[in-house]
T-cell receptor
Framework: SQKIEQNSEALNIQEGKTATLTCNYT??????LQWYRQDPGRGPVFLLL?????KEKRKERLKVTFDTTLKQSLFHITASQPADSATYLC??????????FGSGTKLNVKP | DADVTQTPRNRITKTGKRIMLECSQT?????MYWYRQDPGLGLRLIYY???????NKGEISDGYSVSRQAQAKFSLSLESAIPNQTALYFC??????????FGPGTRLTVL
């Protein structure tokens, strides 16, 4: 069965630095991959989508890369701010529009 | 008003009781989903529906049932609740598949 791995340990960084979160997967060839943000007590909110034929996608301070050979996606937040503190989930989307989510990585940005 | 609403937001019940969680959406999407979220396990798909007449099991459907009463409504039932169904439950919708829109979640505790 497919497996999605995100670092379960929280990532602690200083304000202004770049945060990099990793999503690795096995036993799957997704059509595309998404990143979501989840705040405590709330539902996930969509951030970015990257397709299998795309290497990189950007949106404001966010950047996502997708390496289908390594089966890995990296999610970057540049010039991080305390307001970026949240849990970030990656999701793989494949046939029949089925979504598979990772367990998320908690990001703490300290002022 | 929120695009995806869930009721109740919190529920405490006892083992063996029947519970229904309700989801409504105003986004006009055909596709609706039910997930549960447990610490360290991420979001796991329970059931999904691509239209009113199409309902499919997800990876953890045992012990659950669903009903798609209309395009805008998708309810999840626990026929006989058990303690390991204690979790955070999310409803989500999507259009043709690119993005999922989540509700605020229902925190269910089974004693």
């Amino acid at each position: 069965s497919q497996k999605i791995e995100q670092n379960s340990e929280a990532l602690n960084i200083q304000e202004g630095k770049t945060a990099t979160l990793t999503c690795n997967y096995t036993n799957y060839s997704p059509a595309y991959l998404q990143w979501y943000r989840q705040d405590p007590g709330r539902g996930p909110v969509f951030l970015l989508l990257i397709r299998e034929n795309e290497k990189e996608k950007r949106k404001e301070r966010l950047k996502v890369t997708f390496d289908t050979t390594l089966k890995q996606s990296l999610f970057h937040i540049t010039a991080s701010q305390p307001a970026d503190s949240a849990t970030y989930l990656c999701a793989l989307v494949g046939n029949f529009n089925k979504f598979y989510f990772g367990s998320g990585t908690k990001l703490n940005v300290k002022p | 008003d929120a695009d995806v609403t869930q009721t109740p937001r919190n529920r405490i019940t006892k083992t063996g009781k029947r519970i229904m969680l309700e989801c409504s959406q105003t986004k006009g999407h055909d596709r609706m989903y039910w997930y549960r979220q447990d610490p360290g396990l991420g979001l796991r798909l329970i059931y999904y529906s691509f239209d009113v007449k199409d309902i499919n099991k997800g990876e953890i459907s045992d012990g659950y049932s669903v009903s798609r009463q209309a395009q805008a409504k998708f309810s999840l039932s626990l026929e006989s609740a058990i303690p390991n169904q204690t979790a955070l439950y999310f409803c989500a919708t999507s259009d043709l598949g690119d993005t999922q829109y989540f509700g605020p979640g229902t925190r269910l505790t089974v004693l």
